[in-house]
T-cell receptor, first 113, second 113 residues
């Protein structure tokens, strides 16, 4: 089935630890996105990428890093510099044509131990 | 630049009653508008989209929305609420090229028996 797969579904981070959230898509979409969702705050854009080996900061990129070595994959690393990482993280992808729609994965819930 | 406001962070309706979720947008170019639904601990699912064709857009699960340029609105409606409609709903706007995709803060819909 075509879609976006995020793993793991639940993730726990210890103090000072970097953790990586996986996002894979088989929709052949050019663009991929990472959002952070906190209760009552909607979705905030962390990073996005429109082409392999290129990505742009979103509104809240501090404490996060990404890579885009393959079209299908856009992993997000939550670094130790992110002091408040507890949130629900959503990955999305979209084609880069007129009127494109963003398609979402099921999300990863990150908590701090 | 685009922006979205959603009036009411929480809306409650009785089962069988009309659902009306409000969305107003701001855009410097002709907008593309979207409604997404999110069930607990899941990703976002597209309900419907407006991309400059018919102003009344029909989506899945009996929802529809009307684009009103004069009011800069794109309110979501459903004639008769069902218990399964309880979820969080997000309005989003982008420019015609899928750039500057911005989500509203969301409205949580509760359906009372």
């Amino acid at each position: 089935d075509g879609g976006i797969t995020q793993s793991p579904k639940y993730l726990f981070r210890k103090e000072g630890q970097n953790v990586t959230l996986s996002c894979e898509q088989n929709l052949n979409h050019d663009a991929m996105y990472w959002y952070r969702q906190d209760p009552g705050q909607g979705l905030r854009l962390i990073y996005y990428s429109q082409i392999v080996n290129d990505f742009q900061k979103g509104d809240i990129a501090e404490g996060y890093s990404v890579s885009r070595e393959k079209k299908e994959s856009f992993p997000l690393t939550v670094t130790s510099a992110q002091k408040n990482p507890t949130a629900f993280y959503l990955c999305a992808s979209s084609p880069l044509d007129r009127g494109n729609i963003q398609y979402f994965g099921a999300g990863t819930r990150l908590s701090v131990l | 630049a685009q922006s979205v406001t959603q009036l009411g962070s929480h809306v409650s309706v009785s089962e069988g009653a009309l659902v009306l979720l409000r969305c107003n947008y701001s855009s410097s170019v002709p907008p593309y508008l979207f409604w997404y639904v999110q069930y607990p601990n899941q990703g976002l699912q597209l309900l419907l989209k407006y991309t400059s064709a018919a102003t009344l857009v029909k989506g899945i699960n009996g929802f529809e929305a009307e684009f009103k340029k004069s009011e800069t609105s794109f309110h979501l409606t459903k004639p008769s609420a069902h218990m399964s409609d309880a979820a969080e709903y997000f309005c989003a706007v982008s420019d015609p090229y899928g750039q500057n995709f911005v989500f509203g803060p969301g409205t949580r819909l509760s359906v009372l028996p």
